[in-house]
T-cell receptor
């Protein structure tokens, strides 16, 4: 079945440093790759997404890159701030009625 | 815009009883909604895809007779956990796609925390 692997499971950085989270997916038919930020007890919040016809997308301090051949995509956060601390999830899907398969999550901690 | 609500936000029920959770798209129509379950410190696990006017599509390993899904209108899907057991205690989250948009974006509800005693 479809699978999304996400690494690392935890990431601790100093304020101002960059953070990178990586995901791989198994279903080559996937064409939509969103990233979510989730705070404890809250709903996932979309922070950026990318479609399969694009290799890179940037929104201020956040960027996502996609390598369709290798089935890899990554989230890059620059100039991290303490308020970036949360759990981040990648997901892949878009086909099969638009369903998404989520990665295992990365707990990001930004230390002031 | 693109707001999804869930009701209730939390519920406690006794083992063996059934619980219904509602998911509503407030300002858009959704022919497709999704139900997820999230255990503490774990990821969102897709349970089923809810299709307006037709049967839901369940993911492998999810018991369709235990988790009943009804998507009777373009703005409402319900998940009923039947004969609930303590192991069903979890955070249940729904999401919806805007039928009027070509985007794949899913809009998430705030979640329902179910505790079975």
């Amino acid at each position: 079945g479809e699978n999304v692997e996400q690494h690392p499971s935890t990431l601790s950085v100093q304020e101002g440093d960059s953070a990178v989270i990586k995901c791989t997916y198994s279903d080559s038919a996937s064409n939509y790759f969103p990233w979510y930020k989730q705070e404890l007890g809250k709903r996932p919040q979309l922070i950026i997404d990318i479609r399969s016809n694009v290799g890179e997308k940037k929104d201020q301090r956040i960027a996502v890159t996609l390598n369709k051949t290798a089935k890899h995509f990554s989230l890059h956060i620059t100039e991290t701030q303490p308020e970036d601390s949360a759990v981040y999830f990648c997901a892949a899907g878009g086909n099969q009625g638009g369903k998404l398969i989520f990665g295992q999550g990365t707990e990001l901690s930004v230390k002031p | 815009g693109a707001v999804v609500s869930q009701h209730p936000s939390w519920v406690i029920c006794k083992s063996g009883t059934s619980v219904k959770i509602e998911c509503r798209s407030l300002d858009f129509q959704a022919t497709t909604m999704f139900w997820y379950r999230q255990f503490p410190k774990q990821s969102l696990m897709l349970m089923a895809t809810s299709n307006e006017g037709s049967k839901a599509t369940y993911e492998q390993g999810v018991e369709k007779d235990k988790f009943l899904i009804n998507h009777a209108s373009l703005t409402l899907s319900t998940l009923t956990v039947t004969s609930a057991h303590p192991e069903d205690s979890s955070f249940y989250i729904c999401s919806a796609r805007d039928s009027g948009s070509a985007s794949n974006e899913q809009y998430f509800g705030p979640g329902t925390r179910l505790t079975v005693t």
